[in-house]
């Protein structure tokens, strides 16, 4: 609390064991499970990641538990992180996932189980203390058909959030027609959408075919993608769609979007109905 204002951390992640995908994954599929080398099928998930920056992360992740003085990343050490950060509230992202689910040449079936698993250990997580720890469900952008189902799902555990890249996936943008019972969904459900990029996966992504190092890949994927992400919607006429709904487009997306699209969304306000928009 700040002067009685709850404190929210709306873009906050969580870690997930290694173990999540044999313990949740459904059994015609548990013998394709990531490895601790996040390979799926002999395949590695993310795209250029340098031994250096494998390195860095791992100096960065003992940080933050010497920082914390926390044990591990199971929920109560995430409660406890988030006290120390002065947080009442927190609203959790995928990590790993943020990869696993945004390789483009995965097979629809496989994606999806991979999402319904993370959601149900998402859950059972959560449930340590659902006051403090708020899902943000993921969502099956490879199989349009089954965005609907996962969504409802999603709904019947009380969140009011899911998360999608906002790169294309399988050749389709996020305005494609494919999308829009999913979209007509969340209206009906009121649930908030959220647009969160992440450098190095296997999905189509600005800058990745002409930089190698983090800082210029992250540069580009945080800022552009979240900016054509952001003008695929308005061209599609997706806020039309969803005219309750809420939308988040986290990860320093706030710079690009509004210098690069403020002209669109006060063009466009007309379109927005009731819908909100956060920007970080």
């Not at 002067?3 to 992640?13: E, M, P, R, T, V």
């Not at 969340?186 to 002409?210: M, Y």
Request: net charge neutral.
């Amino acid at each position: 609390m700040l002067k009685g204002y709850q404190i929210i951390d709306a873009d906050c992640h969580v870690l997930e064991p290694i173990d999540l995908w044999e313990k949740y994954l459904e059994p015609a599929f548990k013998n394709r499970a990531p490895s601790p080398e996040m390979k799926v099928d002999g395949q590695i998930i993310y795209h250029k990641v340098s031994r250096e920056l494998q390195e860095e992360g791992l100096k960065v992740m003992l940080r933050d538990i010497k920082s914390y003085g926390i044990s591990s990343y199971d929920p109560e050490s995430q409660v406890k992180a988030i006290a120390k950060m002065g947080a009442d509230v927190s609203f959790l992202y995928p990590t790993m996932g943020l990869w696993l689910f945004a390789v483009d040449t995965m097979e629809p079936q496989l994606a999806g189980a991979f999402v319904r698993a993370y959601n149900n250990w998402l859950r059972d997580f959560c449930s340590y203390n659902p006051q403090i720890l708020r899902g943000v469900g993921a969502i099956n952008p490879h199989s349009p058909e089954e965005m609907v189902p996962e969504l409802q799902r999603i709904a019947e555990f009380g969140w009011k959030a899911v998360v999608l890249r906002p790169n294309p996936v399988r050749g389709r943008l996020l305005s494609d027609p494919a999308y829009e019972p999913f979209w007509g969904e969340c209206s009906r459900l009121g649930i908030a959408v959220s647009i969160h990029e992440g450098t190095h996966s296997q999905l189509p992504t600005t800058g990745s075919d002409r930089f190698s190092t983090r800082f210029a890949q992250h540069a580009c994927s945080h800022t552009m993608e979240q900016m054509m992400a952001l003008l695929a919607l308005i061209e599609g006429g997706c806020w039309s769609a969803t005219p309750t709904c809420g939308w988040a487009f986290w990860s320093q997306a706030a710079a690009g979007c509004l210098t690069g699209c403020g002209g669109w969304i006060r063009s466009t306000a007309s379109c927005l109905g009731k819908s909100k928009i956060v920007l970080k």
